[in-house]
């Protein structure tokens, strides 16, 4: 195992003015028609800057606190707190959310710029008006030389790094992804996730991020919050602290590989894996 020398950019706390609680999920449950119970008393405060996983098996609820958070989904019972934004009449905070699914989404008859372009559309701003916003979006994802290219020329991590430049050109406080990379092969998915904490560094956005990859989990997050299923609620919630930049050095040091450790062993105990006696990884 290498490791690369402590940097003076590693992974830390985001500075005291934006370590305020952004969003506040209050003893949520969510009961669907078919009676499903996908989540039960959920809370969850999520910090301005953190970079939030919730990893849990299938079906633990992750995607349904997501899409409620966003607004998406109503809750049973329990409410959504957005303590430092302005609301608006439909409850949500102005203009604080994007969203990234797992698939891009894109709309096949328009270029990129077009694309990245319908969020601002829909609130009624012209191309014109909004063409440096969108350039710049495009620039954060690298994608700047390919406003003019059409979603079928495009590779699959260039259609993802499309629906990311598309959610950023809001400039949102808050972005949600619900396993966006889950569909893409290896290699690519690493770049987007070294791509993905490069602009969370950069900008301060604060992000939850869903995923099944403890792996993943461990390379992204400040904190990890592990859900357990029938019914979905939080099983173990920990912050993540490293002295090391995350990079390529990163992924094979013992601080990461204890990490993981760390979270598989969580995650095994909320899908009820039987561990050796005396272990515990709250
Ligand atoms: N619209 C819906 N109607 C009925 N049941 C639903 C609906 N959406 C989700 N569920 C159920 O609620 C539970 C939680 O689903 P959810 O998609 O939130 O889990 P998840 O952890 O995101 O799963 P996965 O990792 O497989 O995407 C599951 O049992 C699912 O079948």
């Not at 009961?31 to 098996?57: D, H, I, K, R, Y």
């Not at 430049?165 to 400039?171: D, G, I, S």
């Amino acid at each position: 195992m290498t490791s690369s020398p402590p940097t003076e950019d590693p992974i830390t706390p985001p500075p005291p003015e934006q370590r305020r609680a952004l969003v506040v999920m209050k003893d949520v449950s969510k009961v669907f028609s078919s009676g499903t119970v996908a989540l039960t008393g959920m809370s969850l405060t999520v910090n301005g800057g953190e970079f939030v996983s919730l990893l849990g098996p299938s079906g633990c609820g992750k995607s349904t606190a997501l899409r409620i958070i966003a607004g998406l989904g109503d809750t049973t019972t329990g409410k959504i707190d957005w303590p430092s934004s302005r609301i608006t009449a439909k409850g949500l905070p102005d203009g604080d959310i994007s969203f990234v699914f797992q698939e891009p989404t894109l709309m096949p008859w328009a270029t990129v710029f077009g694309n990245v372009h319908l969020p601002l559309k829909l609130r009624g701003i012209s191309k014109h008006a909004a063409h440096d916003d969108i350039i710049a979006a495009l620039d954060r994802v690298g994608l700047k030389d390919f406003a003019d290219a059409y979603p079928r020329e495009l590779s699959g991590g260039m259609k993802m790094r499309v629906s990311i430049a598309r959610a950023l050109v809001t400039k949102p406080k808050l972005l949600l992804m619900d396993e966006p990379f889950a569909a893409l092969d290896e290699i690519t998915r690493q770049k987007l996730n070294d791509d993905v904490l490069k602009l969370w560094k950069e900008t301060g956005i604060t992000v939850i991020f869903v995923t099944h990859s403890v792996f993943e989990s461990a390379y992204l997050s400040s904190r990890i919050v592990v859900m357990k299923a029938r019914p979905g609620r939080v099983h173990a919630d920990f912050p993540l602290q490293t002295s090391l930049d995350r990079d390529a050095f990163y992924r094979t040091s013992e601080e990461y590989r204890a990490t993981c450790e760390k979270v598989s062993g969580s995650l095994m105990e909320a899908i009820g894996f039987p561990l050796a006696a005396g272990t515990e990884f709250h």
